[in-house]
């Protein structure tokens, strides 16, 4: 299955912060929109960093309360990993592993225009396994 396919069938539409944003304002965000990460975007928006909870985590554990002030750019990972609408579950899982982290921004000719959480890559992962099971219980069945 591909990142394009994935993105038909969530709702449409990525929740994005501005770098200059406080970390009181990304977690705003956060939980408003009941998500784990922002994509920081710039005017052209274009992709110039991500800040997750656990960023936010971190930043409170060492820096207290007051670092809620911050802003976000002294905090967000400025070098993203990102896939495109073509790459497979596979991929997106690959990079996944690799990096560490749970969500990949999805870009299209330099275009914000998705992202993909682990939760995403689990429920169509499995999807797609179930449906290899059923295909292949019939093809037993009628063989
Ligand atoms: P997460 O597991 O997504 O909560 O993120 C764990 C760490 O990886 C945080 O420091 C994030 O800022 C960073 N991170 C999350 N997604 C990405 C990504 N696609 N590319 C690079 N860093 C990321």
Do not use: W
Not at 97 to 114: Q, S
């Amino acid at each position: 299955m591909t990142v394009q396919k994935i993105l038909t069938f969530k709702d449409a539409g990525v929740t994005t912060g501005d770098p200059s944003m406080t970390i009181a304002e990304v977690c705003n965000r956060l939980a408003e929109h009941r998500i784990g990460a922002l994509v920081m975007t710039d005017e052209r928006r274009n992709v110039v960093g991500i800040i997750s909870e656990r960023d936010v985590v971190r930043v409170i554990a060492n820096g207290g309360g007051g670092a809620l002030a911050d802003p976000a750019s002294r905090h967000m990972t400025r070098t993203v990993t990102t896939c495109n609408l073509r790459d497979t579950v596979g991929d997106v899982m690959e990079k996944m592993t690799r990096g560490r982290f749970r969500h990949v921004p999805i870009v299209n000719n330099g275009e914000l225009v998705g992202i993909i959480s682990i939760g995403d890559v689990v429920k169509y992962r499995m999807a797609e396994i179930e449906r290899e099971a059923a295909e292949m219980r019939s093809y037993i069945a009628t063989a």
